[in-house]
Antibody, heavy 117, light 113 residues
Framework: EVQLVETGGGLIQPGGSLRLSCAASGFSFSSNYMSWVRQAPGKGLEWVSV???????YIADSVRGRFTISRDNSKNTLYLQMNSLRAEDTAVYYC???????????WGQGTLVTVSS | DIVMTQSPDSLAVSLGERATINCKSSQTVLYSSTNKNYLAWYQQKPGQPPKLVIY???TRESGVPDRFSGSGSGTDFTLTISSLQAEDVAVYYC?????????FGQGTKVEIK
């Protein structure tokens, strides 16, 4: 059974940093693209970043220069390093398995990041 | 970036009746070399993560009831629930994967009338 479990969310002050983790199981993690998608409270879905099997990545303009996606295939874990956080980054952050075509076929339950003073 | 626009923002349908959601992309998501539309639909119930329902515009994900169907090509797409059930109450999102960044529609809330 595919499982994705996000951790690392919480309350953080503007300008602060957080690192989210997503532990994957039930599939060949190293063979799959992985993405982060976020959802602000009461709002729609916003794709944040993708990391490919070779380690290359792509990141949305809204977080470029502040967020970094990475992966540790030895630990079957996906990460999102978030720096210089802003109030508008407040959201539930989901990790999702990203098929090679760009469809998100499995999602975690999400972790809430709240940026507030 | 490709902008995805859904209509309506919400709709209320009686149990057993048809629900239709539209999605329009700002540019084609039909890849000529594969003749496939890079368009997916997701269902999100309250307090839950999204769930993949349809991909390639019309292919149902495994385990999705056949009352869900997708259609359309190029820039105009439709998700149809042929006979609405209580468990179908959710927000539905379309998403293009023609290029990166992947972009979603704003969502359509489906309720019971």
């Amino acid at each position: 059974e595919v499982q994705l479990v996000e951790t690392g969310g919480g309350l953080i002050q503007p300008g602060g940093s957080l690192r989210l983790s997503c532990a994957a199981s039930g599939f060949s993690f190293s063979s799959n693209y992985m993405s982060w998608v976020r959802q602000a409270p009461g709002k729609g879905l916003e794709w944040v970043s993708v990391i490919y099997t070779g380690g290359d990545s792509y990141i949305a303009d809204s977080v470029r220069g502040r967020f970094t996606i990475s992966r540790d295939n030895s630990k079957n874990t996906l990460y999102l390093q978030m720096n210089s956080l802003r109030a508008e980054d407040t959201a539930v952050y989901y990790c999702a398995r990203d098929t090679r075509f760009g469809v998100f076929d499995y999602w975690g339950q999400g972790t809430l990041v709240t940026v507030s003073s | 970036d490709i902008v995805m626009t859904q209509s309506p923002d919400s709709l209320a349908v009686s149990l057993g009746e048809r629900a239709t959601i539209n999605c329009k992309s700002s540019q084609t998501v039909l890849y000529s070399s594969t003749n496939k539309n890079y368009l997916a639909w997701y269902q999100q119930k309250p307090g839950q993560p999204p769930k993949l329902v349809i991909y390639w515009a019309s292919t149902r994900e495994s385990g999705v009831p056949d009352r869900f169907s997708g259609s359309g090509s190029g820039t105009d797409f439709t998700l149809t629930i042929s006979s609405l059930q209580a468990e179908d109450v959710a927000v539905y999102y379309c998403q293009q994967y023609y290029n990166t960044p992947r972009t979603f529609g704003q969502g359509t809330k489906v309720e019971i009338k």
